[in-house]
């Protein structure tokens, strides 16, 4: 089972469950790892940064003719993420708005994360691990934060990661079967 499939029973477990509430206040006032609801902000804004990062060395690097395509994945992403936002019209924790359903911080660090990890193919799996933890804790800091509900990060995760497959499925079939076209043409025998 995938990381997006174990979000979304997670997702759904905590809301059937009538938790979201609970765990949310638990994180923000109760066990607080990162000392304060700023410097959760400012760690859910590092891991966005680093999964970017590593989205576009990874790309540049090892598969530049995928990146165009998961550049338009992450706008696709965006936008999607945003209408989902402004359809649920779901009222944050803090209270700040009514955009909280899908976490976008989560969405995007988990797209990039996993763009990252399609990008180096296998080649790194501590790198890979790491790219999936900076995802997670990005999700796990958005709650602290108090800007979203477990839930809100869960599905956010799992939009991102499931984007990001459905980008690198289409983009590994339109090239491997050109390759393979190629291939052809090149080893002809007469």
Same mark, same amino acid.
Request: hydrophobic share 40%.
């Given at each position: 089972?995938?990381? +997006?499939? *174990?979000?979304?029973?997670? +997702?759904? =477990? *905590?809301?059937?469950?009538?938790?979201?509430?609970?765990?949310?206040?638990? !994180?923000?006032?109760?066990?607080? *790892?990162?000392?304060?609801?700023?410097?959760?902000?400012?760690?859910?804004?590092?891991?966005?940064?680093?999964?970017?990062? @590593?989205?576009?060395?990874?790309? @540049?690097?090892?598969?530049?003719?995928? !990146?165009?395509?998961?550049?338009?994945?992450?706008?696709?992403?965006?936008?999607?993420?945003? /209408?989902?936002?402004?359809?649920?019209?779901? !009222?944050?924790?803090?209270?700040?708005?009514?955009?909280?359903?899908?976490?976008?911080?989560?969405?995007?660090?988990?797209?990039?994360?996993?763009?990252?990890?399609?990008?180096? &193919? /296998?080649?790194?799996?501590?790198?890979?691990?790491?790219?999936? @933890?900076?995802?997670? +804790?990005?999700?796990? %800091?958005?709650?602290? #934060?108090?800007?979203?509900?477990?839930? &809100?990060?869960?599905?956010? $995760?799992?939009?991102? &990661?499931?984007?990001?497959? @459905?980008?690198?499925?289409?983009? #590994?079939? =339109?090239?491997?079967?050109?390759?393979?076209?190629? #291939?052809? !043409? $090149?080893?002809?025998? %007469?």
């Amino acid at each position: 089972m995938d990381s +997006a499939t *174990i979000a979304l029973i997670g +997702a759904l =477990a *905590i809301h059937f469950g009538g938790v979201d509430q609970k765990i949310s206040d638990d !994180l923000t006032k109760s066990y607080p *790892i990162s000392g304060s609801a700023e410097q959760a902000r400012d760690y859910s804004d590092w891991g966005v940064n680093a999964t970017n990062a @590593a989205w576009l060395i990874s790309g @540049a690097i090892y598969d530049p003719v995928a !990146l165009p395509f998961q550049y338009v994945g992450d706008k696709a992403r965006g936008a999607l993420t945003v /209408g989902w936002k402004r359809q649920s019209n779901r !009222l944050r924790p803090d209270k700040s708005d009514r955009l909280s359903f899908p976490s976008g911080h989560s969405a995007r660090a988990s797209y990039r994360a996993h763009s990252a990890i399609n990008n180096l &193919d /296998g080649r790194y799996p501590m790198i890979d691990a790491a790219l999936l @933890a900076t995802a997670a +804790a990005t999700a796990f %800091f958005r709650v602290e #934060s108090g800007r979203h509900y477990p839930t &809100d990060v869960l599905v956010g $995760y799992a939009l991102g &990661d499931y984007m990001a497959k @459905a980008i690198d499925s289409g983009v #590994s079939f =339109a090239f491997s079967r050109k390759q393979k076209e190629m #291939s052809l !043409l $090149y080893n002809w025998r %007469f």
